[in-house]
């Protein structure tokens, strides 16, 4: 059985940083995107950032861009994303994805093989 399972969210001051890691199981990984998802109250799920699993490439939300980075660690088979610089307007549910195709479906949050149940990130002002 795949699990995705987040952990490292939290309550932080704006302009502070956070942590996520996003620990996956129950498959080989290999030739997935992982990715980031978050949806604050009253909005839509928007992608953050993602990571193609086998070579490593990035992407990243103009949101975030500078500001979060996305790495992953092969032997735990675990995908982290640093926030820094936090903004109150990042406050949102933080999901990990993973997903065969990565297409355009993808960055819409839309046909994903995999979610995790989420790991709640509130910054205050």
């Known amino acids: 059985q795949v699990q995705l399972v987040e952990s490292g969210g939290g309550l932080v001051q704006a302009g502070g940083s956070l942590r996520l890691s996003c620990a996956a199981s129950?498959?080989?990984?290999?030739?997935?995107?992982m990715g980031w998802f978050r949806q604050a109250p009253g909005k839509e799920r928007e992608f953050v950032a993602d990571?193609?699993?086998?070579?490593?490439?990035?992407s990243y939300a103009d949101s975030v861009k500078g500001r979060f980075t996305i790495s992953r660690d092969n032997a735990k088979s675990t995908v982290y994303l640093q926030m820094d610089s936090l903004k109150p307007e990042d406050t949102a549910v933080y999901y990990c994805?993973?997903?065969?195709?990565?297409?355009?479906?993808?960055?819409?949050?839309?046909?994903?093989?995999?979610w995790g149940k989420g790991t709640l990130v509130t910054v205050s002002s």
């Open positions: 129950g498959r080989t990984f290999s030739g997935y995107v």
């Open positions: 990571l193609n699993w086998s070579g490593g490439e990035t």
């Open positions: 994805a993973a997903d065969r195709s990565g297409n355009s479906r993808w960055y819409q949050g839309r046909g994903v093989n995999y």
